[in-house]
């Protein structure tokens, strides 16, 4: 009965562990795959956001985050080269940002690149969730500028995958 406890408790310990995102990677469409991770993320320009409503796509409130810092994805991404000759082409390419517990979220490339915003897409570093949740600690990713923020809010950022429209 010890043994089956103990058995259980290691792998509670290993799913709680496996939800954990301190790093996430861009691959796809890529000349090189690139990870980045927290430290990483400190060579870059932050942002700071007071706080941020987190809406339901009846744009109820559901939450809200407070004391955020990131990284703007289109800095992120000005490091990656994609196998593409043509920028003109590059407007057929899309990003599909998983989480851990395999939560997706599409943007096509001028979402990210050809926006008014360069903060519209923020990489997540640091910020307090309202009510406090797991995902504080973890990378997150959201699109500041959605109406609806939570249906783009990914907590436990871990892929960024980029593929071009078939």
């Known amino acids: 009965m ?7 408790f290691i792998l509670c310990g290993m799913k709680i562990q496996a939800q954990e995102s301190k790093q996430f990677t861009i691959e796809g469409d ?6 980045i991770n927290l430290a990483s993320l400190s060579n870059y320009k932050k942002v700071s956001i007071d706080s941020i409503s987190i809406l339901n796509h009846l744009l109820q409130r559901k939450s809200s985050i ?6 703007p994805l289109k800095e992120i991404l000005s490091q990656v080269e994609i196998n593409e000759s043509s920028p003109k082409k590059l407007s057929e390419y899309y990003l599909v940002c998983s989480a851990t517990d ?16 360069e903060n ?5 570093t640091d910020f ?3 009510p406090e949740k797991a995902e504080k600690g973890n990378i997150a990713m959201i699109a500041t500028t959605d109406v609806a923020t939570g249906r783009r809010f990914v907590k436990g950022l871990n892929k960024i995958s980029i593929h071009k429209v078939n």
């Open 128 to 130: 307090i969730a309202d």
């Open 30 to 35: 890529v000349k090189q795959k690139l990870t």
């Open 2 to 8: 010890i043994k089956y406890l103990f058995a259980i």
């Open 120 to 124: 519209n897409i923020l990489i997540l």
């Open 66 to 71: 407070k004391n955020i810092k990131g990284v």
């Open 102 to 117: 395999n939560y997706k979220v599409v943007f096509s490339w001028n979402e990210v690149f050809n926006a008014k915003s």
